[in-house]
Nanobody, 121 residues
């Protein structure tokens, strides 16, 4: 089973940029498509972005389109989420998740999740 650890969250001002990192151990990330989700206080998990195992395909939630970029480096077993033009409504705990098979936008179908990293803007 793959283990995931997120990092890079923090307190930023509106308009700033932030890059989140998800590092995997236990299994190679080449076996998984990867997703980023977020959860604001009192709300459900929201799909942010996902990327296929080969990085050929990327997908974004409406809130992330045009501002966020997901990428991966399989050699480093790492996935990134570059967040630009941050808004107060982006404040949430951000989670990365791994899934065998095809990309999905639904949180509960992923096989493994990290513990989350807090972003406040």
């Amino acid at each position: 089973q793959v283990q995931l650890v997120e990092s890079g969250g923090g307190l930023v001002q509106a308009g700033d940029s932030l890059r989140l990192t998800c590092t995997a151990t236990g299994r190679t990330l080449r076996d998984y498509c990867m997703g980023w989700f977020r959860q604001a206080p009192g709300k459900e998990h929201e799909f942010v972005a996902a990327i296929s195992w080969s990085a050929e395909s990327t997908y974004y939630g409406d809130s992330a389109k045009g501002r966020f970029v997901i990428s991966r480096d399989n050699a480093k077993n790492t996935v990134y989420l570059q967040m630009n033009s941050l808004k107060p409504e982006d404040t949430a705990v951000y989670y990365c998740a791994a899934k065998r098979g095809g990309v999905a936008r639904l949180w509960k179908v992923y096989d493994a999740w990290g513990q989350g990293t807090q972003e406040i803007s």
